[in-house]
Structures are given as structure tokens and as C-alpha cells.
């Protein structure tokens, strides 16, 4: 009896014991992150703004051809006068390269349809059929980059940005140099060169959205020089205008770009193997600062 006594304290006291154990709950489970998607800004907008300069136009093909050697290649062309004329033909898919070798193709007489009853000595329709021609009667609108061309409505003295329609009639009014080229019938309106009013289209490329703005500056200052042609002497006159007025557009650029043009004459398309070499020199010579802002507005 005292055995089972005993052994039924035994059992008790275990039960007790097992009463007074707290149960052992599950371990909590480490969160889980949760990935935050990684979202990519998009790369600045660079606009290509081309100034006018007549045969010194030839130096944009230059500067072109440095851009893309080191990667570069805008997103927006705005082009006035002379810069209209490569901003068309850069926008509608060539390359520097092709842009080279048809400056080195390209005849005067593509320009030159002398106007006999006209306001200008020019007509420029012949001017009008070479970039249509070029750019296979496409609309700016169709082109491969986007391209603005600036010309100047001879009745409200303002610039006026041409971002659709027919390219050669918008170039051909971008360039229509007052006393050189007739004036250009647009919609009932008649336009000028549009360096009387921007010469180089800094603001129309802003308006259109880019980020980064790359001015290619190709005025040069009066020859000064007596006994002048008749056309070198009206070019002369426009470039002291150009010069004052574009100084004022070119402080809303990023770069500027200068090309060396002393000694090349605006009416002279002999020299545009020369005007091609300085053109990329002063290109090379801005690469680092345009590097520099893209890398700096991509973060």
C-alpha cells in the first residue's frame, strides 16, 4: 500500500511540474524584402542648333562628324540659313560621312537660278528641288530626326519655326538672304532668311523640349575690306547684325561652338574642304563640356 502511495506522489508532482512549463511558441519569420524596381531616367534631350553663314555652312558638316566619332548624335536639329540647309539633310538620316562626300559633290548651279524680274538675284527654287530631291519628297515631320527650321515673316519681323510641311520650301525660306534670294511664299505669308531674326536658333531648339542645347556658332565678323562685290558686300552688313543679335540667343546654349572661319568667305564654296576641318576641330575641342553635361543630367 505505502509502494502505491508512493508512486501515485511520484505521478503528481510530474503532472505539477509539466503544469508550470510555458509552451514554446513557433520562431517569427524573418521579412521578406520586398524589390523596389529600378527606374531608368531618360537621357537628356540634345538639340543641334545650326547658324547661318552662307558657304560657311560647310563647317556644321564638321562639327557633326566629331559629335558622332565620339558617340554623340542629337535628338533635335533646329537649323537657320545655311544651317537649315545640313540640319535638313543631317535629320533626314545621313551621316556625317554622307554629309562629306555630298558637300564635296555638290555644284553651285545647285543653288543658282538667277532671278531676272525677282526681288532677289535668286530665285531659290533650285535650292527647293535639291534638299526635296535629297530627301526623297519626305515631310520634315517624316524625317528620322526631328527638325525645325527658322525663317524670318518679312511683315511681323519675327522668327518663324517650321517643324512640318515641305522641307525644301522651309529651307529655301530659311535661307532666302534679303537681296540675294527672292522672298519665299509660305501660306500667304512671305519669309526671309532666318538669321535677319535668330541667327542661331537657340530658343526654337528650347521650345521644342531639349534639355541640352549644343550651338554651333559660324557668323564671322565684317571683312572690312574695300571695293567689294555686291553680294560679299550685303553679306558683310548681315553679319554685323547676325553677330550683335545671335550673342544675345547664344547665352540660353549649353556650348557653343566656334568653328574658325577667318578667311572664308561666305560666298566663296571653294573652300569647303577647309571649312569641313575647322568645323571638326572646334567640334573635338567641345567633347569633353558636352560629355560632361549628359553624364551630369543622366543621374
Same mark, same amino acid.
Given at each position: &500500500? ?10 503528481? #508532482? ?36 545650326? #547658324? ?53 559633290? &555638290? ?12 526681288? #532677289? ?43 512640318? #510641311? ?74 554685323? &547684325? ?58
Amino acid at each position: &500500500m505505502k509502494k502505491t502511495t508512493g508512486l501515485l506522489a511520484v505521478v503528481l #508532482g510530474l503532472c505539477a511540474c509539466t503544469t508550470n512549463i510555458a509552451p514554446v511558441s513557433a520562431p517569427t519569420p524573418a521579412p521578406v524584402p520586398v524589390p523596389v524596381p529600378v527606374v531608368a531616367k531618360a537621357p537628356p534631350k540634345v538639340a543641334l542648333a545650326l #547658324g547661318g553663314g552662307a558657304a560657311r555652312g560647310f563647317a556644321h558638316i564638321g562639327v557633326i562628324k566629331a559629335l558622332e566619332t565620339q558617340g554623340i548624335r542629337p535628338d533635335i536639329i533646329v537649323g537657320t540659313s545655311a544651317g537649315s540647309v545640313v540640319g535638313a539633310l543631317y535629320a533626314a538620316g545621313n551621316d556625317a560621312f554622307a554629309l562629306q562626300k555630298m558637300a564635296f559633290q &555638290m555644284e553651285e548651279s545647285s543653288f543658282s537660278d538667277w532671278s531676272v524680274f525677282g526681288r #532677289g538675284l535668286l530665285k531659290g527654287e533650285a535650292l527647293e528641288k535639291f534638299i526635296n530631291q535629297q530627301l526623297a519628297n519626305k515631310p520634315i515631320e517624316s524625317l528620322k530626326r526631328r527638325l525645325a527650321v527658322v525663317a524670318t515673316d518679312l511683315a511681323a519681323g519675327q522668327p518663324t519655326v517650321f517643324v512640318s #510641311g515641305n522641307p525644301g520650301t522651309a529651307v529655301r525660306a530659311s535661307s532666302a538672304v534679303p537681296g540675294v534670294f527672292s522672298p519665299v511664299v509660305i501660306r500667304g505669308k512671305e519669309y526671309v532668311d532666318g538669321g535677319v531674326t535668330s541667327p542661331v536658333p537657340v530658343r526654337a531648339a528650347r521650345q521644342l523640349g531639349a534639355d541640352i542645347v549644343i550651338a554651333v556658332d559660324i557668323s564671322e565678323q565684317p571683312t572690312g575690306k574695300s571695293n567689294q562685290g555686291g553680294i560679299d558686300l550685303l553679306l558683310d552688313t548681315i553679319s554685323i &547684325m547676325s553677330v550683335t543679335l545671335g550673342s544675345f540667343e547664344m547665352r540660353d546654349a549649353d556650348v557653343v561652338i566656334r568653328p574658325d572661319v577667318k578667311g572664308l568667305p561666305a560666298a566663296n564654296f571653294q573652300q569647303r574642304h577647309e571649312a569641313i576641318l575647322r568645323g571638326e576641330q572646334a567640334g573635338f575641342a567641345a567633347i569633353p563640356r558636352i560629355k560632361e553635361l549628359i553624364a551630369a543630367r543622366s543621374q
